[in-house]
C-alpha cells in the first residue's frame, strides 16, 4: 500500500520525507536504510539543520546504506562513502562503527555480499529511504533483478551509467560497469519505507512503481506487496499517476 504525498517544490518534498524521519530517529536505538543520488540529499540537509539546532543526536543510531560502485576506493571522491559522510554522516554526531556501506574495493567482492548481508540481517531497518532510477531501479538493483534477491553484484544498465554520468566530468566511460547493492528482498525486510522522486525523468519510473504491473521490468514495483511505503513527489515526477 501507497501513501502519496505530492508537495510543491523540491523543499517541500524533502521536508515531508523529514517529518517521518524525524519520528523514527527519536526512537531508542533507530536503524537507518540510507540512500545516495540526488535525492535524498535536501532531506539529509533537514537532518543536519535539526541536529544543529535542536540537538537531535544519532549516538545510538545504526545505519545501512543501500550500494557502492565496485572498483572505486572508499576515498574517491565519487564513492557513495565519501558522498554520504560528506553529505550526512561528518555532520552529525553518528559513531563511525555505527555506519555500514558495503565496501566496493575488496578483491572478494561475493565474499563482501555475503558478510553485508549478514551484517544487515542481523537488524531491522525502522526506516529504508530510496530513490528511484529513470529506469525504475532501487539501490542499484536494476530491470531483471530477483524480487528474491539479497546483497549482490549487479550490472549497471547504460541508462543508469548515463544518468549518473553528471558525476563522471560527464564522461559515461568513468562510471563503473558494476555496483554491490541490497537485493530486493533485503529492502522489502524494512518496517517503513519513504521513496523521493523529482522531476519529469522521474515519471515513468514512478507510474511503473504504483500502477504498472508488479515486474521485474520495473524493481520498484515489487514495493506494491509492502504495507507501508510512502512516497514523496514533485507535481513533475507525479505526472503520470
Ligand atoms: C542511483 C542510486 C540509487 C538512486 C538512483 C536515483 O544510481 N544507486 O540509490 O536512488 O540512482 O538517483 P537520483 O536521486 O540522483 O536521481
Not at 519520528?23 to 536505538?29: D, G, L, N, Q, T
Amino acid at each position: 500500500m501507497f501513501n502519496i504525498i505530492i508537495a510543491e517544490n523540491y523543499d517541500q518534498v524533502s521536508s515531508e520525507a523529514f517529518k517521518i524521519m524525524r519520528e523514527v530517529v527519536r526512537k531508542e536505538a533507530p536503524v537507518l536504510g540510507l540512500a545516495t543520488g540526488s535525492s535524498p540529499v535536501g532531506l539529509y540537509k533537514k537532518m543536519i539543520a535539526d541536529h544543529n539546532s535542536n540537538g537531535t543526536s544519532y549516538k545510538n543510531c545504526i545505519t545501512f546504506n543501500l550500494d557502492e560502485y565496485i572498483g572505486l576506493p572508499k576515498n574517491h571522491e565519487q564513492s557513495y562513502w565519501t558522498f554520504m559522510h560528506e553529505n550526512l554522516f561528518d555532520n552529525i554526531d553518528i559513531p563511525e562503527e555505527n555506519i555500514h556501506i558495503p565496501a566496493g574495493d575488496k578483491e572478494d567482492e561475493e565474499k563482501e555480499c555475503v558478510e553485508y548481508e549478514t551484517a544487515l540481517a542481523a537488524h531491522v531497518v525502522d526506516l529504508q529511504v530510496l530513490g528511484i532510477g529513470s529506469d525504475g531501479h532501487i539501490a542499484f538493483n536494476e530491470p531483471g533483478a530477483s524480487f528474491d534477491s539479497v546483497t549482490h553484484i549487479m550490472e549497471l544498465t547504460e541508462q543508469t551509467r548515463r544518468d549518473n554520468a553528471r558525476f563522471f566530468d560527464d564522461d559515461i566511460t568513468q562510471v563503473p560497469t558494476h555496483a554491490i547493492t541490497m537485493g530486493l528482498a533485503s529492502i522489502m525486510r524494512a518496517r517503513k519505507i519513504i521513496v523521493i522522486a523529482t522531476g519529469a525523468n522521474k515519471a515513468d519510473a514512478v507510474y511503473g512503481m504504483i500502477k504498472g504491473p508488479k515486474t521485474t521490468d520495473c524493481p520498484a514495483s515489487i514495493l506494491q506487496d509492502h504495507d507501508d511505503v510512502t512516497v514523496i513527489l514533485d507535481p513533475a515526477a507525479a505526472a503520470r499517476l
